[in-house]
């Protein structure tokens, strides 16, 4: 750790001693600088960094006085460098990472460099959580009868049952719950493992040929929660330095380690790799938001509802590019778990990141997580040394923020959001009338347009040999899932205890609702089970189907074909509820056109209730044994016997028996056989893993740099186009293009699986670019992957017509309005693009990922000035569209935009960064860290 030294801030570095161990670190406070105690917390992590890691070249001393001239420099568009302390991936995002590495191995040896040098050199962890998917939704069982309050096991709980001991017996399968016939979890993992064996396969090589990388085996959990409850060390200890965590991931829901009090943020894939071969991240000093919490929340709230209200208050004020701080009060009375959902949560309000910096909290939540006691201490003493340590209760504390905002959370109600985007927010007591609301409203993110004549449609099915009829509004998916709200154990009890009373009531769920809950860790599963919960959330269907991100992914799976047949056929808008975080059009499954997030207590009384057009305030859920009515106030418990519960039942030994296992993977994972070579060895009949085009022409030398010539519309988009409209991560359709790939090379339907899971494959992804069947395209009269050739006006897929327009030379763009690229961070949404051939997007507005990730794959993102749209501009997107870049093209440079029939109008091109100029030039990020390795 010499840099720093080198660099100047040596008479900084102190020692410190704690438990009777010698460490040393960077003693910010002995800069003796007024301006540090100002900081907000979150900058003050960015100042850390760059102080230990100044070498003179990636960051410099006048970095670290930008940063601590923070106040100043605020909103200026000051560019500065960030080296986070570590990287996380899933295995959506982290195959083709791997990928990317595999291939730029072959290119270094091809240029007669070293492949060797292309490592990982920082620390990489990567969980495997995306691929396991709902296709069997409920086990058979040999039930107890949880309705007459007795479990199977009959001290179910009790550290006394010799079967059942918290230390003792095996954390998932309770002796006393022995099935019968289909086992969900077990047939789940069973064809995920069948799936995506390739994948698998490729993930051992890459972690045992890639320095610095661990992976966490499938059914492990969720990425987020994993690392909430496992791998996140809040502070670093690296050749005894200290210094704090911090991280980027390849998920955009990264944020939610800032409820932790670890800044981190998601990246796309390609930003990501480069953190990983050790470039600093380039940023504008960004604006930050203090978000100032008062009051308490009412004691029939939940953090689901705390965290829909934000997201809501936080888009309308507009917090895109900026950090969000909270403190205040009103932050003490909020569990680290209930923190960590505000801050998963943090790109659905477009912040970068969410952060509650570490208290008294933090500590006794890594204490009941089973970290070390002499850890913990080490992060208490370096925090308060050099001011990180935050008492929110102690004003004089908070530092100056860019903007104030209030919320007091006694005025939060119980609440829902949708029916397609995380901060359209409904109040509970108005849903039923919202999505009548919805069913006339014109076609848009709150309307279906559904004629009068068309909205009391009944349509008949059979299940289990009984008559149920299907309407708008009807429910067929109700998945407790995403580590959003898994992680959290208050929502995930209370979800249990209403089960309970809800069986004891006589209540049940009907057949044809696929019902499932995908924990985010093996603790979930634990603690549900001791506390006596599990039958009777087993009752009502919804049993454990997969730790994974499962539904909230889109990895849904299919829908009984009776259910699917009569949505198709009625037109109807059928209904997906979730406690996800994302509700994005087409996202969850293609025939759940609205889909709500709730809280998992409000999933299983949606479920129950069977529709979302119910006023849980004066309709019934159903009839008890007697016949009386059963009203939701009637089995929601109270906060009172959730804490309770949670108080006897979620316990340290819990996380330290579960994550002792973490990295030792299970019978399939072990069994399968990785490759030992340093190159990998592509094999070409490979469906899944295949070299990727990106370096395949690349020399040592710069290449030329090229504007647009008379560029021609690919795609003419509107507002809110996100990642799942560009690249989308769920089943892969029967007619499209990448199923008739898959075809051709033999493979049947059954065997397609996802998107999401065939990342590693170029060219099933670049046949999936843009494949949403919800896209809307204003060439084309109907939602879906088509488009206008606009040569001859044929319409075509829009992968046959981006190889049309190659074929005859021909450039292309894409013309699109706000917010284009919101969702997931998938580095695909910008490599599909790049292979098919886009040179440009013109947009509103991005989102900052994406933009980011665009920029990665030499692709130019122009925006219109302000005030501007293709409609005020008078744009079709027929017209042809020519820009000449300038030899020396600067950030954020204001250029002209040269249409064939004579008009002109500027755009801004969106390089926000002399190193993103840098990128463009080498032909993007990863082509430029070649270069670096030669």
Not at 1 to 8: L, R, T
Not at 20 to 25: A, C, L, P, Q, Y
Not at 181 to 202: I, P, S
Not at 234 to 263: C, E, K, Q, R
Request: with cysteine.
């Amino acid at each position: 750790m010499k840099m720093a030294e080198q660099a100047g801030f040596s008479q900084i570095k102190e020692n410190i001693s704690i438990e009777g161990k010698d460490f040393s670190f960077f003693n910010l406070t002995a800069l003796n600088d007024s301006r540090y105690d100002k900081l907000p917390f979150s900058i003050r992590v960015l100042l850390e960094s760059a102080v230990r890691n100044c070498d003179g070249f990636q960051v410099k001393r006048g970095d670290v006085d930008n940063i601590l001239s923070w106040e100043e420099n605020q909103g200026k568009s000051v560019e500065i460098p960030f080296k986070p302390s570590r990287v996380i991936l899933q295995d959506f995002t982290g195959v083709p990472a791997v990928v990317d590495f595999a291939a730029m191995r072959d290119a270094v040896k091809r240029l007669d460099g070293d492949p060797n040098k292309i490592n990982p050199v920082c620390p990489v962890d990567l969980v495997i959580d995306h691929s396991i998917q709902v296709d069997v939704a409920r086990s058979l069982l040999n039930s107890p009868n949880p309705g007459g309050g007795q479990s199977s096991c009959q001290r179910l709980g009790s550290a006394s049952c010799s079967q059942c001991s918290l230390l003792k017996r095996q954390p998932y399968v309770c002796p006393g719950q022995q099935q019968a016939g289909v086992n969900a979890l077990e047939k789940n993992q069973e064809l995920e493992f069948e799936r995506n064996k390739e994948r698998f396969v490729f993930l051992k090589w890459g972690a045992k040929a890639l320095k610095n990388m661990v992976i966490v085996p499938p059914g492990s959990g969720i990425v987020h929660q994993v690392n909430l409850e496992y791998l996140a060390k809040v502070v670093f200890d690296s050749d005894n330095i200290l210094y704090p965590d911090s991280l980027v991931g390849t998920d955009s829901h990264t944020t939610m380690i800032n409820g932790l009090g670890v800044v981190g943020w998601g990246v796309g894939g390609i930003e990501a790799e480069a953190v990983m071969l050790g470039q600093a991240i380039s940023m504008v000093l960004p604006q930050v938001v203090g978000y100032k919490l008062t009051g308490l929340v009412n004691p029939l709230v939940t953090s689901t509802d705390v965290v829909l209200t934000i997201t809501k208050n936080l888009r309308q004020i507009g917090v895109v590019g900026k950090f969000v701080e909270f403190f205040g009060p009103g932050v003490e009375h909020l569990s680290i778990a209930d923190r960590a959902t505000i801050s998963n949560m943090c790109p659905e309000y477009g912040a970068t990141i969410g952060f509650f910096p570490v208290d008294g909290k933090s500590l006794e939540y890594l204490r009941q997580t089973g970290r070390h006691g002499d850890k913990i201490q080490q992060i208490e003493k370096y925090l308060q040394a050099v001011h990180m340590f935050r008492n929110y209760g102690d004003s004089s504390q908070d530092p100056v923020f860019s903007q104030i905002v209030e919320l007091d959370l006694s005025t939060i109600v119980s609440c829902c959001s949708g029916p397609k985007r995380p901060h359209d927010k409904v109040a509970v007591t108005d849903m039923k009338t919202d999505f009548q609301a919805c069913l006339n409203n014109k076609v848009g993110f709150k309307g279906f347009a559904i004629p009068s004549d068309r909205q009391s449609v009944t349509a008949p099915i059979v299940s289990d040999n009984q008559e149920y009829l299907l309407s708008h509004g009807s429910i067929v998916i109700a998945a407790i899932t995403s580590c959003t709200n898994t992680s959290n154990p208050s929502v995930m009890l209370g979800a249990g205890l209403l089960a309970k009373k809800a069986v004891e009531a006589g209540l049940s769920v009907n057949p044809y609702i696929k019902t499932s809950l995908s924990p985010g860790s093996g603790v979930v599963t634990y603690y549900l089970r001791e506390s006596g919960v599990t039958p009777y959330l087993e009752k009502l269907g919804f049993d454990i189907v997969g730790y994974g991100c499962m539904t909230c992914i889109g990895n849904s799976g299919p829908l009984p074909e009776p259910v699917s047949e009569a949505i198709e056929k009625n037109d109807l808008v059928a209904c997906g509820v979730l406690s996800g975080n994302r509700n994005f059009e087409g996202r969850i499954h293609p025939l759940t056109r609205a889909n709500y997030l709730a809280s998992p207590p409000l999933v299983i009384a949606y479920a129950l209730a069977g529709t979302v057009l119910i006023d849980f305030e004066t309709q019934p859920l159903g009839t008890d044994s007697e016949g009386k009515d059963v009203f939701l106030r009637d089995i929601w418990p109270t906060r009172e016997e959730i804490q309770e519960v949670e108080k006897q039942f979620v316990v340290p030994a819990m996380f330290t028996d579960v994550y002792s296992r973490i990295t030792a993977g299970n019978k399939r994972w072990n069994a399968l056989e990785a490759p030992s070579d340093i190159l990998y060895p592509w094999d070409p009949k490979s469906t899944y893993i295949k070299s990727p085009p990106f370096f395949e022409t690349m020399t040592r030398e710069l290449p030329s740099q090229t504007g647009l010539k008379d560029a021609c519309v690919l795609l003419n988009l509107g507002d809110s186009v996100t990642t799942d409209h560009i690249s989308p991560a769920g089943s892969i359709a029967r007619n499209s293009s990448a199923a008739r790939y898959l075809a051709s090379r033999g493979l049947t339907p059954r065997q397609f699986n996802s998107y999401g899971s065939r990342r590693g494959n170029d060219a099933v992804m670049t046949r999936g670019t843009f494949a949403n069947i919800r896209l809307v395209n204003k060439f084309v009269s109907k939602a879906g992957p088509r488009t206008e050739f606009l040569p001859n006006g044929e319409e075509m897929d829009i992968f046959d017509a981006a190889e049309r327009y190659r074929s005859e030379g021909q450039q292309v763009i894409v013309l699109a309005g706000k917010d284009y690229g919101s969702g997931s961070s998938r580095d695909w949404a910008a490599k599909g693009p790049w292979m098919l051939g886009i040179k440009a997007v013109i947009a509103e507005s991005y989102e900052r990922i994406h933009r980011s990730n665009l920029v990665g794959m030499g692709i130019i993102p122009f925006q219109y000035l302000p005030g501007q749209t293709a409609d005020s501009l008078g744009l079709t997107g027929r017209e042809r569209f020519t820009v000449d870049l300038p030899a020396d093209i600067k950030a954020g440079q204001i250029m002209s935009v040269k249409l064939n029939d004579g008009r002109m109008f500027d755009v801004c091109c969106r390089f926000d960064t002399d190193v993103e100029l840098t990128y463009f030039r080498h032909g993007g990020i990863l082509n430029y860290m070649i270069r670096q390795m030669l």
